[in-house]
């Protein structure tokens, strides 16, 4: 990785440094979902769910998470490319969420997005004078196809496509990955914009080539006076690129400050876990406390704090429910093998009761020759080998009660965004565990 210039995006003019270009206020995006009969309302998929945020004009702040994070849907909600459901976003001072494609058309030349896929993102039947122009005829901003030929060759130069008299003419299918990707960072950056969203920009380019783009970046960055949003999930680049990290986990914002803060002190379990995760060629085979499990689904999220049911370090207020049992004995099961699963599980007369999404009191029915006595003498059984289980610090009982056996959880709650440490390293926060 290229050494970070002093002038790239770790220095943003002094002028601009209190200057707030986007103001994101309790930002939604749910995708409703169809299903049953007459294909009726059937929930929604919170892909956004609650953010905010303010960009300051001239810096990068980089979306960081898993795929499923709602980082790319965040990115392109801010572009208008996806509907706010809720919230606000406004953009020098102007409301721009809920306003319809006509009214944002005039925003397109300040707002650019460059996409994950620089092979999808070229129209294969059209020459690179052509694609890289077209914002320009679009907005009107060169009716002249000769001027815009010229005003196409500079911006081409400007990208590391030189000499352009030789990528003009030709088709996306005759450039390289990296060439394509410079070919849509031009077009992105041709009618002026002030502001970039990059999505994935060199996930999906050659390991050869994705430094090269990253410096690109930062000299478009100082040249243009460029800010930008970058959605990844790789840390490494977005430590070299990023003023400030937005920690991103089922379409929440769990952390968020400055970069080397993030990196020197991260506060948040996943936090510590996407960082835990970065491979260390000085550490091979050492062991890592990484996150067990994936990312939830987004139409039925956790309880709480979304991470709870992956988190090593959970607490009784984290907002345990009944799937977390369930998830308990299917690791349970996992260890002790088939035969022991198919003994123990006939002890549920019905399964469902236990992936119930949002029960903080689970009453469990017995299996046919069985009672409710059974059913608790088998999860004493199970707290015993799995005692230092996170999930036993939200189990408040487990008691038969006339015919079933119930589980209590103790009360959670969902960990909101607070600000912990002083003026220059401030970080918000959103977990039980950080005062």
């Known amino acids: ?31 409703p979902l169809r299903g049953g009969l007459f294909n009726r309302h059937a929930g929604a998929v919170k892909a956004v769910d609650g953010v905010s945020f303010r960009l300051r004009k001239g810096e990068v702040l980089g979306l960081v998470g898993e795929s499923g994070s709602g980082k790319t849907t965040l990115g392109r909600t801010l572009l208008g490319l996806n509907k706010a459901t809720g919230g606000s976003i406004r953009y020098r001072g102007k409301e721009i969420a809920g306003l319809r494609e006509g009214e944002l058309r005039p925003l397109r030349r300040n707002l650019q997005m460059v996409f994950q896929d620089p092979h999808a993102s070229l129209n294969p039947a059209m020459d690179i004078a052509t694609a890289v122009g077209h914002p320009l005829q679009v907005h009107g901003l060169v009716p002249d196809a000769a001027e815009r030929r010229v005003k196409v060759a500079e911006t081409l130069e400007r990208v590391g496509l030189s000499p352009a008299e030789l990528f003009l003419d030709k088709f996306p299918s005759d450039l390289s990955g990296g060439q394509k990707q410079r070919a849509v960072m031009a077009r992105a950056i041709i009618a002026g914009p002030e502001l970039l969203v990059a999505d994935e920009p060199i996930s999906m380019l050659d390991m050869s080539v994705r430094a090269k783009i990253l410096q690109l970046f930062l000299d478009l960055k ?48 996943y936090t510590k876990a996407l960082l835990g995760a970065i491979p260390d060629p000085e550490k091979v085979g050492v062991p890592r406390n990484l996150p067990r499990g994936e990312i939830p689904d987004a139409a039925q999220p ?134």
């Not at 210039?5 to 749910?30: G, K």
């Not at 680049?237 to 920690?247: G, P, Q, T, V």
């Open 222 to 269: 100082r040249d243009l006076d460029l800010t930008y949003v970058y959605v990844t999930h790789d840390l490494a680049s977005a430590k070299f690129f990023c003023d400030r990290i937005a920690i991103m986990y089922l379409g929440r914002v769990v952390e968020i400050g400055p970069t080397a803060e993030i990196f020197a002190n991260p506060r948040h379990p």
């Open 302 to 435: 956790p309880l709480g704090c979304a991470f709870h049911p992956r988190c090593p370090v959970a607490v009784a207020g984290c907002g345990w429910e009944a799937r977390d049992l369930a998830a308990l004995l299917d690791r349970h099961w996992l260890a002790a093998g088939e035969d022991a699963r198919l003994t123990e599980s006939a002890l549920f007369a019905r399964p469902a009761e236990l992936a119930t999404a949002g029960l903080r009191t689970v009453s469990l029915t017995p299996g046919k020759g069985h009672t409710a006595a059974d059913i608790v003498e088998l999860l004493g059984r199970v707290r015993e080998k799995t005692r230092d289980d996170a999930f036993w610090r939200g189990v408040t009982a487990v008691e038969a009660r006339g015919e079933r056996a119930c589980v209590d959880f103790a009360e959670g709650s969902d960990p909101r965004l607070r600000l912990v440490g002083g003026t220059a390293d401030t970080v918000s926060v959103a977990c039980h565990l950080v005062a």
């Open 1 to 31: 990785m290229p050494t970070k210039p002093d002038t790239a995006a770790s220095s943003a003019p002094a002028a601009d440094a209190s200057e707030t270009l986007i103001e994101v206020a309790d930002l939604q995006v749910h995708f």
